[in-house]
């Protein structure tokens, strides 16, 4: 097996989404911050925000999607109520509320949110 090592998310307004998961998700920016791409540390893995640009520059000419359907970045949360906690968070901090906290059919604990460009968020509590 290979680990994760980046999740990469194109972004519209790379200052906007650059502030809004550090200070909802309290990441660390890491070394190497440009005009077009700021990588934040999540753990063992790297939160690459990148400016549309970068989509060119990687020979990703297909069509893009700028909905955010194209990647989905998951956040463990320590308990229920840490949960709840961080759903209010990060909706005051400019996140649209898709599926308020729900218990799934494998019981964890969840909610579905889309940062301000409509990347998509799973905040997850295994219990």
Partial sequence: MRPLSIVNLFCRDIGFVGDFFPTTFALDDLPGRTATFRPLGAGSIMLAL?????????GLNAPRH???DGALVTFDATSREGLDELTDIA?????????????TSYG???????DPE??????????
Avoid: K, M, T
């Fill in 66 to 68: 700028a909905s955010g």
């Fill in 118 to 127: 409509g990347h998509a968020i799973r905040l997850s509590f295994a219990g």
């Fill in 50 to 58: 990148s400016d549309w640009s970068v989509y060119e520059v990687l």
């Fill in 91 to 103: 909706c005051r901090n400019g996140a649209q509320l898709v599926l308020a906290p729900f218990e």
């Fill in 108 to 114: 964890w604990y969840q909610s579905v949110l889309r």
